[in-house]
């Protein structure tokens, strides 16, 4: 069974900083990862995810994530934040070879201030 | 295409009443499932369904039943509702295409049990 741990709950950072939301997994097999996203009262929309291949994988609104096999380990991050990136982020596991499942880590809100 | 929709957004139950939450998508995907999200519980898998005719438990599923109607619907019952189920839940789907494991997220059911 895979598990997800997001270790920060609430990240505060100002507009133009730099923010890295942490992402660690467990599993006996290997993985597919992916980040959501979910802006308050909607629901979640995909941000990036890591298949196979290049370990850092990008999406296209300036965020990035690289996979780190040895740290098991997908941390999120963007060199400069904008005040519309404020929302819950939220790093998931799949099992390869067909699993039907996510499981998801419990969500990292990031407020970002003027 | 509207993705996945769900209705109701809103409801407000009584203890003991029993409903049905509605969730359809029009993207041709093989798979659905239902979660609830709770604050700092990220999200947790109720039901899925991999194909049409089948369906499994996931990591909550006592107090809800699930049909999956056919292929493009999937529906959420609770019998007898409690205030333990008071959440937002969410419907999502997700296809079988080689490089596209991610779910589609529908916009949510906020429920409110009193």
């Known amino acids: 069974a895979q598990s997800v741990t997001q270790l920060d709950s609430q990240v505060p950072v100002f507009e133009e900083a730099p923010v890295e939301l942490r992402c660690n997994y467990s599993?006996?097999?290997?993985?597919?990862l992916f980040w959501y996203v979910q802006y308050p009262n909607q629901g979640l929309q995909l941000l990036l995810k890591?298949?196979?291949?290049?370990?850092l994988v990008e999406s296209i609104n300036g965020f990035e994530a690289e996979f780190n096999k040895s740290q098991t380990s997908f941390h999120l991050r963007k060199p400069s934040v904008h005040i519309s990136d404020t929302a819950e982020y939220f790093c998931?596991?799949?099992?390869?070879?067909?699993?039907?499942?996510?499981?998801f880590g419990k969500g990292t809100k990031l407020t970002v201030n003027p | 295409n509207a993705g996945v929709t769900q209705t109701p957004k809103f409801q407000v139950l009584k203890t003991g009443q029993s409903m049905t939450l509605q969730c359809a998508q029009d993207?041709?995907?093989?798979?659905m499932y239902w979660y609830r999200q709770d604050p700092g519980m990220g999200l947790r898998l109720i039901y899925y369904s991999a194909s049409e005719g089948t369906t499994d438990k996931g990591e909550v599923p006592n107090g809800y039943n699930v049909s999956r109607l056919n292929k493009r619907e999937f529906s959420l019952r609770l019998e007898s509702a409690a205030p333990s189920q008071t959440s937002v839940y969410f419907c999502?789907?997700?296809?079988?295409?080689?490089?596209?494991?991610?779910?589609?997220f529908g916009p949510g059911t906020r429920l409110t049990v009193t």
């Open positions: 890591y298949l196979s291949g290049s370990t």
């Open positions: 599993s006996s097999v290997s993985v597919y």
């Open positions: 998931a596991v799949s099992e390869t070879g067909g699993s039907e499942k996510l499981v």
């Open positions: 999502a789907s997700r296809g079988r295409e080689v490089l596209s494991y991610e779910q589609y």
């Open positions: 993207m041709n995907h093989n798979s």
